[in-house]
Each structure stands twice: as C-alpha cells, then as structure tokens.
C-alpha cells in the first residue's frame, strides 16, 4: 500500500511530495487494476495543479467578495466573518480516505453487503471543498426585539442568507451543484430553506451530523476556474462548538469514536479498499509532525508556495470580518 506518510520524511517541497505521491499511487493503481486508486491519484494531481496554478484565486475572491458586500449592506446589524482558505494536504487525504471509510460502513451495517467501486466512485464525488468559504453569523444582542431568542434570529438570519447565495454567484460565473443526487427529498423535511435551492445544499443544521457538528454546505463550480468550491454557512454558536475550545476536542473525541466503531463494525481482511483507506487516516491522525521532515519554504517559485500552506495550515485566502451597525457606532 502506497501512502502519503512515507513522502513526509525527505525534506522535499510540499509540491514535491504531492507529484511523487500521485505519481506512485497512479502506477500502483495501473499496476493493480484499482480504479479508486487511479481516481485518488487524479485527485491529488488536481490539488497539485491548484497549488501550482494559483493566479485565479484573485479573479474568483474578487467575485467571492461581491456577496460580502452584498451582506454588509443589506445586514448591516449582522457582525459577520468571511473567509476562504486552501484546505491542507495532510487534511484532503484524510478526508478523501473518510469518504471510503464512511461509505462502506454504512452500506455493511445497513444490509452486511459492501458497496460496488461504483458507488464508492459516486462517492468520492463529494470531495470538493479542497477550496472553501465560509461565512459565520451573529446577531448581537442590543439587536434582538423585546422576547425575541437570540438563536431562532440567527437562524433565521443564516436560512435567508443560504437562500440568495446560489442565485447570486451563478450571475458571477458559478455553478450550484445538487448535493446528492440520490438522497430522498424528505431527508430535507425539517429543513428551513427555500424549495428552490433545497437541493443543492447539505443542511447540517437540520440535520446534525453524529458528532454533533450543524452548517449549511453548498458546493459550486466555478466555471472561470474549471474547478469546484465548497461555501459553508454556520452561526458564530456553531463554529465555535466546530472550530475551538472545549467544543472542538469534545468534536475531535466523538469523531474518533466514531472511526474506532466503523473499524470494529467492518471484519479485517474482507475489504481491501475499507483497510487500506482506514490505515492511512489513521497513520496520518497519529502523524508526530515535530518529525516530518518538509521543506517549507523552498519552490520553483515562492509564489507557488506561502508558508508550507500545502502541508500542516489551509491558506487563507479571503478574510474579512464585518462589525454589527451598532458596534460601528461604537468605534465612531
């Protein structure tokens, strides 16, 4: 098994390592027939390419940046975040691998059958937020009407917002993608968003994942950019629980319950493409990054490179924080 914690050790560039490992995981995959290797391979080449390829992150923040403007002054009572960031290598291969994982445990402990390369392909489909933004709500209290809970607004707030994004980014080039095409509608029952752009959304808040992570995900294409982005939507309550403190290792703990039962569910040895993809998240969650060995700062170009952004840190790509009407009062 080919895996990206044996290319950590060389002291090669982060676009090095990610050349050779795609490269390898090709010719294995060639080697071996593997179809999910090959398209593991084709991901990683095409992270590869964005990092290299980097001058149309400027044209689509551009664009990105209209609808904060667009929140600035239609919720100028809002204080809001937006940003944009590269997701890191070491993060993309494990979520990619997560997708595997998840997949054929779900299928096992459905019905004790294991999905086919097909549906595994299918998918894999969904990791597209190697470029993601995201955009974190709260609505201050001075703002909230006699009775009013702070809570319902916000929610409110983030369901309008979810509402005139797709719209609004298809007038500047994007594409919203359905979320999963083979979901039933009624998965989106207790959904507060519109019926015209239910389905492109994956509604966390409706409905929770396990580890009790709530958003609104959308993914888009960007035409301009041939490639795919993510944008999520949460209350500054839900990144908070996602993100930092106390909320992110109760978060981080029930995830690797989570993984540790999928491992117990499904029996060694009856699926390869199940323990291969478990070992190398597994390998890369235990990774003692005080031993990696990566050159950080060297490349062809520094422009293709911004402080090792590829390997431990996302790249931030589009940060800008809106302060409430009243907090602007405030400062004035």
Partial sequence: MIKLNDYLYSGDTVLKILKKYSDDLGRYAAENASVIDMEHSRVLAGILYQLEHNDFLTYQSNRIKEFYKYMADKYPFLAFTFRGRIKSVIRSEEKFNGYIVETIYDRYVKDGTYPSVEEIQKALLHFRDFIAYRIVISLPECHLSPGQNREDAELSYLYEIADALPGFLEEREFTPERANPDRPDGHMDLSRLSPSVRLFYRDYV?????????????????????????????????????????????????????????????????????????????DLQNLDLSKVDVNMFTAYSNKLMNDGCGLYRGRLILPFEHLSRFQNDLID
């Fill in 206 to 282: 409706a409905h929770p994942k396990e580890s009790g992570y709530r958003s609104l995900h959308i993914a888009l294409y960007d035409n301009a950019a041939s490639g795919f982005i993510e944008v999520q939507l949460r209350t500054h309550q839900m990144d908070d629980f996602a993100e930092i403190g106390t909320a992110n290792h109760k978060k981080y703990e029930m995830e690797q319950n989570i993984e540790r039962r999928r491992r117990d569910a499904v029996p060694k040895g009856e699926n390869l493409l199940f323990d291969e993809a478990y070992e190398r998240g597994m």
